[in-house]
């Protein structure tokens, strides 16, 4: 572990001064006194430790939540809202290489996925394979509280816009340019709070149950 933190360090590190990745894993692996052949037996390219600092990200805001004893007794909405407080602060600790990775990610994407701008590649894959596994447990638990209505054709769509979501945000955190990036915070708010009123129960559904139940007794 702390030989990969220290891969991990130096490679940030580098992209930070350079503004680009490494030309050479011999060169990068013997500024470590490492051997080429050590340095794969942790990754396998450049971009491989990219996707294991996003997914580091993940894990870490997760574990922080996960750790205090408050978070247990939320609700699923106040559980996603802590999450992604807890995960831009953890963003904004290194909002120097975010900004970078995210640049280089959206600009190899050509500005394809949502809103033109969301980057969609290999890069963020073991982030996003990891918070599905969270928002599919969110929704399931969301599901027993009565928080989350299941509905036929839609509810398996639910993580994909729960991701959706998380890209918008870090979308956002990285043009905020307000004080104290205050103007994120009310956009989590606001995106958590719009997104479980539409996946919630409504009117729409109860009429629906009536409708089901008048077909079902005419």
Do not use: C
């Amino acid at each position: 572990m702390e030989m990969l933190e220290k891969i991990r360090k130096a490679y940030t590190e580098y992209v930070l001064e350079n503004g680009k990745q490494p030309t050479s894993v011999f060169q990068f692996a013997k500024k470590l006194k490492l051997t080429e052949a050590d340095f794969y037996t942790h990754y396998t390219s450049f971009d491989a430790i990219e996707a294991d600092v996003w997914l580091a990200f993940f894990t870490d805001a997760k574990a922080t939540v996960d750790a205090d004893e408050t978070y247990q007794s939320y609700s699923v909405r106040e559980k996603l809202l802590a999450f992604y407080y807890t995960w831009i602060e953890l963003l904004k600790a290194q909002r120097s290489f975010v900004v970078y990775s995210y640049g280089r990610l959206r600009a190899e994407s050509k500005g394809q996925g949502l809103r033109g701008m969301t980057p969609k590649a290999p890069v963020l894959n073991a982030f996003k394979d990891e918070f599905f596994d969270f928002a599919r447990d969110l929704l399931a638990e969301g599901r027993e509280s009565k928080e989350v209505e299941p509905r036929p054709f839609i509810t398996d769509r639910y993580p994909n816009a729960l991701w959706g979501q998380t890209l918008y945000l870090l979308d956002f955190w990285v043009r905020d340019v307000s004080k104290n990036f205050e103007k994120t915070d009310s956009a989590i708010e606001k995106s958590v709070n719009t997104t479980f009123d539409l996946i919630g129960r409504s009117p729409l559904d109860t009429l629906f149950d009536f409708a089901k139940f008048m077909y079902q007794n005419k």
